[in-house]
């Protein structure tokens, strides 16, 4: 990490002279068409954020969670893109206009350490997605993007891993190019050889060492 404890603070501290928000599972932060011109920092919560591609369905680009920036590459570029962010679960935000995120970086350049270190994150996470759609089966692919969301999602509970992050199955489909249906199918095959565990959206990884070998 290149960002020090104290830098980590200060670029909080920028937020918590905004205004603090809360959202309740399934709304909108920024909703589709919108012009957004803020910067939010998540205090608690999961946030994700995805596009609608022209068959009208959602594909799900990334997952955001607490300690997290969006959207950083817009506010660091200025480059708008159609994407949406809603929340997975409840959540609490701070917000502040981009203006004010760029004058407070101009004026406190060490702040850049820490936003570095969350590009630096978000471009694993990107690579890893990429990567795991490399596979040729479903199956591979599913088991790839599952791998993925375990060191940021992971909780071990009873010798288990929780990824306490609720996963639809489309949300899953469109990470790993495949179509709710076949997602659905390969899921439950994983839940009969006893590799996870899914209960109301929330998957549980109950051998991680067999789920490895499929890949």
Known sequence: MLGTKKQDQKL????????????????????????????????TGIVKAFDITKYGEENLLVIRQD????????????????????????????????KDFLKELADEPGLMAPILDMTIEMYRVHSERIMGLE?????????????????RFGKVKNNEIVLEVPLRHQDIASSINATRETTGRE???????????????IITIIDLRKLKEIL
């Open 67 to 98: 300690k997290e920036i969006f959207p950083l590459i817009w506010a660091m570029t200025g480059q708008e893109r159609n994407v949406i962010y809603q929340v997975m679960d409840d959540v609490v935000l701070w917000r502040i206009s981009r």
């Open 12 to 43: 909080v501290d920028i937020f918590m002279r905004g205004n603090r928000l809360s959202y309740s599972k399934g709304e909108y932060v920024v909703r589709p068409g919108e012009h957004n011109n803020a910067i939010f920092y998540i205090e």
């Open 187 to 201: 899921l439950n095959a994983l839940v009969k050889k006893g590799l996870l565990r899914v209960s109301k959206s």
């Open 135 to 151: 596979y040729r089966t479903v199956r591979e692919r599913l088991v790839a993007f599952i791998l993925s969301l375990e060191p």
